[in-house]
């Protein structure tokens, strides 16, 4: 099971920091990623970060804005998003893949989290 939390409303420029608390898996095991879904949009890659976080990979367009990180030993992944902008307005959902890649495409996570809703307002 994987519940994420932090979202919330926050004025462009702001920041927020997501967090997934994983229970149920072999946490250590897994690469853990972040995606989001905006109103009428498909679910896109937003983050990635390898079983022992020495690598992570991030959407093109984030980079530089939003850093993930985890902590096995809490079975935990955050995900920092700094300089948010109102088209960064999503419901944003935690993956686990049981992989040794970092992976990108939503139907390689076949665990996800229930989401959690971030409005950035203008």
């Known amino acids: 099971q994987l519940q994420a939390s932090g979202g919330g409303l926050v004025q462009a420029g702001g920041s927020l920091r997501l967090s997934c608390a994983a229970s149920?898996?072999?946490?250590?095991?897994?690469?853990m990623g972040w995606f989001r879904q905006a109103p009428g949009k498909e679910r896109e890659f937003v983050a990635a970060?390898?079983?022992?976080?020495?690598?992570?990979d991030y959407a093109d367009s984030l980079k530089g804005r939003f850093t993930i990180s985890r902590d096995n030993a809490k079975n935990t992944v955050w995900l920092q998003m700094n300089s948010l902008k109102p088209e960064d307005t999503a419901v944003y959902y935690c993956?686990?893949?049981?992989?040794?890649?970092?992976?990108?495409?939503?139907?390689?996570?076949?665990?996800w989290g229930q989401g959690t809703l971030v409005t950035v307002s203008s």
């Open positions: 993956a686990a893949s049981s992989t040794a890649l970092i992976r990108v495409r939503t139907e390689d996570y076949p665990y």
């Open positions: 149920g898996l072999s946490f250590s095991n897994n690469v």
């Open positions: 970060i390898s079983w022992n976080g020495g690598r992570a």
